[in-house]
Structure formats: C-alpha cells, structure tokens
C-alpha cells in the first residue's frame, strides 16, 4: 500500500531524529493519526489539552535542544496551541506545529471549524508558515519547517488539509516549479574577527568593576565563564533563563536579576564601570547600568539583539563559548581583587539573609522556607521547572543550583501553566532523571491538576519514577496581588485574587501517586524526604502564607509609595502583611543564623 501524506509526515520527521509528538486527537487530523499505526518507532503523547501539548514541545526542545513537535486539529484545537507557542517563540526555541485544516473544496466556504490558519499562525510561525496543498508539496514543507525551526530557533507550522493527509504521497517530479529537499543541518562555529575580540578585550582590561550578566545563550560555557570572571574579578548575575548556566555555590555567582533577583545582583549592576553581557536578552533596564555609567562588551549569536538592552561598546556576533574562549588569551589578570571581594562578601551575606527569612515564623507556612529546606536536598543531575508566579521568586532566589543539573519557566512571555507540562517533557526526554515541579495554585488549578491525569497514563515506563510537584496552597493569585499593591497602589481584591480551597494530596492519592501535605514547619524536611525517595509521582500541598512578601532586591520610593496607598485604601489582610513585611526587612538589615 502506498504511503499517505499522513503517513509520509510522520515518516520523515522520524528520519530528522524526532521521536516523540505531543498532541490531542481530532478529525482534522485523522490522517495523520492513522499513520501512527505504520510508523510505530514514532510516538503520539496524549495530553489533556492542546495547548499543553505546545507547552510539552517547548519544554523538550529547552532541555534537550532538539526540535520539539506538537500536533493539533483544525479550528479550535489549532487555536488552543497559541499560547505555548508563543511562550517557545519568545524564549527561542525550536518547535514544528503540525496543524489539521477542513479539506480544500471547502476552503473560502464558511464550513464548520474553517479558520484561516495561515494568518492566524502568521505571527507566531512567521519564519515559516505554509498550507500544503498537494501531496508533492509535503516532502520539502516538513523538510523546511524542521531546519528552520532549528536554524533560528524559532517556531514553525505547516497546515495540512484533511484531505491532502489522506492521499497517497507521491514525490515531486524533478521539472520546473518544483522543489527537492533532503534531511540535516549543521551548526557553524562562529566567532567574532580577531580586530574585534581585541577591542573588546581592551574595554574589559580596563575596567575596575566588571559585571557579567548571563543568559540562556550561554549554556555550554561554564568552564569558560568561570575562568574569564576569575581573570577579570568580576561578579556574575544570571537572567531568570539563565539560573542553571553557573552553579550557584561559587562564591562570586551573585543570583539572579530583576524584580525576582538577589541584592548581590543589584549591587553588582549598580556600582559596576564595564557590564559584559552572554547570551542573554534580559528586558528590564532599570536593573542595568545607568547609560553612561558602565562601558559594555555584549555576545550574542543573533546580531538583532545587540546592543538592545544597552548601548554596549562592542558588539561581538558569535557562539558564547568559541568566542570566550578566543577572547581569553587578550584578558589580563586583575590584581586589584577588592571588588571581587566586595561582591563575594555581599553574596555570603546575601544566603544568609535568605535564610533568616526562610524562618520567619508565618500562618501557617512560609513558602521561603519550603524552598530552602529543598535546596541542600536537591538530587544530582535533577531538572527543575517553575511557573509564573510567586513560585517564580522563591525559585530565583532559594534554590542553589548545582553543577549537572537543569532548570527552566517561561522566560519572556511569563504564562501561567507552564510548570506541570514542562516537567512531563522533561521526564519523557530523561526517563532516568528526577524531575521537580515548582507551581502554585492558580497555576494548578488552571490547567496543573487536569495534566497530572497525563503523567498518570506514563510514569510506570519512566526508568526514575520521581516526579514531584510542589503546590504553593494559599489560595491566592499571590504575584498579582503584590503586583496591584506594589505597581498600582491598590488593596488586594478578593473577587480576582481568592482562589477556591482545594485538596491537592488528596487529589494526588486518588491518581494512584502520593500525595503529601505540609502544613506547619515540623513538616517541611520529613515531607521532602519522603518524597525524594518515593518509588511514584508525589504532589507535595504546602499550605503556605500568602502574605509573606516577594521583596525586590532594592525598593523604590514609587513602589514604597504605593504599598502604602494600598494598605490606607483597607487591604483585607493589613496587619499580617505588614508584620510579614517588617521581618523579611529586618532581616535584610540585619540576618542572623537559623
């Protein structure tokens, strides 16, 4: 029997390596679900919902640095994919959507589920975003959408009619207005032109205070980093993408940056004379330099992002770790250590600040202290994903990463829903790793709960059972109520921000998995233990205290202003928030040892 398109899809994208395709059924896309039948070394993952099939794409392609592929049918299951495509889009990462579409006759005729898929893609897949419209087509549109999507690390989606998914395949015949493609790419090693390495190199030698900043983009240049902040003694901050690049146990890795950062990192970007920027598109300029304080040496594999955040002096084209690594022997060693010691003196206080806050006495639960009795606990080689969130900050902050493991949210786009998917993409990629979700309620109940069922249906085939998720239970939409009180001025509102009671570890135990719940101090270290050696999937319900504030690294007298707008206006939980507050802010005055 000939091959369908359907088929043929699925065939060609196994020989691109892929071997996995996160979906939900449909009939617009019952071709190429029928070849699942023929091509069984090709697997079709069921989710709960299309939309965290995008999720699970991106999350394989941010851990494995493969192309992840999701699949969906025509109309609403195509739109249902928008939201995680984005979130794989902003962060930079390779992922095919393969769309279903009504058949071709009856295209133009306001039939049942028809959407106008190419423009409504358009956007998120504009580097590649086709309708295939004959079967002679199909060969070079899967060809192009997965090296594109890996050449620009980028989203890409080819829409297939129902009808088209059906016909036999037949290869394009090699005349005038075809197009013949073949399977492979390769990656270039870029490196910046000696003239320019050298220019950079006489901006970093001059500095006294070096900061260096770290994104995403620099995964695979720990030993380089290490030793070019050793030569230039220089602190590293790292964006939120970029947590697992350093290790957070060198003395001079300051954390992370941002609303969610450290005050190691603020001290480094505030007082800093030469800012040295890797593979990072970190948005918030107000956590940068002032312009004209600092001079700026920036690396970045795509030349559009240059120069984007910050003027920077020099602007180097190339791969992070090549171009560290030529840009090393131009360095020379600083002997005036005394701001790197400045800066590690800052970070040792720093952990202990974290800790002294980490037991602060709260009701019932502080989420910070949930977070730092797992941190020393935290098995080799584990991979973490957070949500959006409040999650998010503790994540940031509490948490010290080691050398081997992973760690991943969504970056740029911040969507709630990420956390839970992400994990279950993670563990199919590493059956034999422990995987560790950090999510809170709003994000649980927004679609966490519903994709547990998910990791039901598969976790008895991965190799290491451990998949844990960790519920911050406080029954609010915590980051936006800090938000209205901290951005607007405004009190919590209980009619956007209260989230129904739900029962998590109970929830968990009817799924087959254990369920855990944590509800005072006394149970925070045994409940980690017993999860960390459990021999199935663990939901961990920590009743946590919603009041416990996510303090920015340095407050301003605009975000003073308005918390205390809100607290005059009659927030509904004033005097507990203020005694939370007051504790977290002496205790960065002054920390003591727990």
């Not at 790419?185 to 900061?211: F, M, Y």
């Not at 605009?558 to 927030?571: M, P, V």
């Not at 002496?586 to 727990?594: E, L």
Request: aromatic share 8%.
């Amino acid at each position: 029997m000939a091959a369908t398109c359907g088929e043929y899809i699925l065939r060609r994208l196994l020989a691109w390596g892929v071997r996995r395709i996160y979906g939900y059924p449909g009939d617009g896309i019952n071709g190429i679900l029928g070849g699942f039948h023929r091509v069984k070394e090709l697997e079709l993952i069921q989710v709960r919902h299309e939309e965290m099939a995008a999720f699970m794409a991106a999350g394989h392609a941010k851990f494995t640095g493969e192309v992840g592929v999701c699949l969906a049918t025509s109309g609403p299951g195509a739109i249902h994919l928008l939201n995680g495509l984005y979130d794989a889009k902003m962060d930079h990462q390779p992922v095919v959507a393969l769309v279903g579409q009504q058949a071709r006759s009856a295209l133009g005729g306001d039939y049942q589920q028809e959407v106008d898929l190419t423009n409504l893609f358009k956007d998120v897949a504009h580097e590649f975003c086709q309708l295939a419209m004959a079967p002679t087509q199909v060969h070079h549109l899967i060809d192009r959408a997965v090296r594109i999507a890996l050449d620009r690390r980028t989203v890409t989606c080819v829409i297939i009619p129902n009808d088209v998914q059906e016909m036999p395949f037949r290869e394009p015949p090699q005349k005038h207005g075809t197009v013949h493609t073949g399977i492979g790419i390769t990656r270039p090693l870029v490196v910046p032109t000696s003239r320019d390495l050298r220019r950079a190199a006489d901006v970093l030698n001059e500095g006294r205070k070096v900061a260096i900043l770290v994104g995403a983009g620099a995964f695979g240049a720990v030993d380089e980093l290490i030793e070019v902040a050793d030569l230039l003694g220089a602190g590293v901050a790292k964006a939120l993408l970029g947590k697992a690049v350093l290790p957070d146990e060198l003395p001079f890795v300051t954390g992370s940056i941002g609303l969610l950062g450290t005050r190691p990192s603020w001290t480094l970007m505030d007082e800093c004379d030469t800012l040295l920027m890797v593979g990072s598109s970190f948005p918030y300029s107000e956590f940068l330099p002032e312009i004209g304080q600092a001079r700026g040496v920036q690396i970045d594999l795509e030349g559009r992002m240059l120069s984007l955040r910050y003027p920077m002096e020099v602007n180097l084209i190339g791969d992070s770790r090549e171009t560290l690594r030529a840009l090393i022997p131009l360095l020379k060693r600083k002997t005036d250590r005394s701001w790197r010691e400045r800066i590690e003196n800052e970070v040792r206080d720093w952990w202990m600040v974290l800790e002294s806050r980490a037991f602060n006495e709260a009701a019932p639960l502080n989420p910070q202290r949930v977070f730092w009795e797992l941190s020393p606990r935290l098995p080799e080689r584990c991979i973490l994903t957070s949500d959006s969130g409040s999650s998010a900050n503790w994540f940031a902050r509490d948490l010290k990463i080691r050398h081997g493991m992973m760690a991943s949210l969504s970056g740029n786009l911040a969507t709630m829903g990420c956390g839970v998917p992400y994990a279950i993409a993670a563990k199919f990629a590493y059956p034999d790793r422990p995987v560790i979700a950090l999510v809170g309620d709003g994000a649980m109940q927004m679609n966490g709960n519903s994709e547990l069922v998910t990791a039901m249906k598969y976790w008895r085939r991965w190799k290491d059972p451990r998949l844990i998720v960790l519920v911050l239970h406080n029954c609010d939409l915590n980051q936006v109520t800090w938000e209205q009180r901290v951005m607007e001025g405004d009190p919590k509102l209980d009619a956007s921000q209260k989230l129904p009671d739900f029962r998590y570890a109970a929830y968990a135990e009817l799924l087959g998995f254990k369920g855990i719940r944590m509800e005072s101090p006394k149970d925070v270290v045994p409940g980690w233990e017993e999860a960390l050696k459990s021999d199935r999937p663990v939901v961990i319900d920590a009743v946590t205290d919603p009041e416990v504030p996510p303090l920015p690294p340095h407050i301003t007298l605009e975000q003073a202003r308005a918390l205390t707008s809100a607290i005059a206006r009659g927030d509904p939980e004033t005097r507990h928030m203020i005694r939370q507050i007051f504790r977290d802010w002496w205790d960065g005055v002054r920390p003591r040892r727990s």
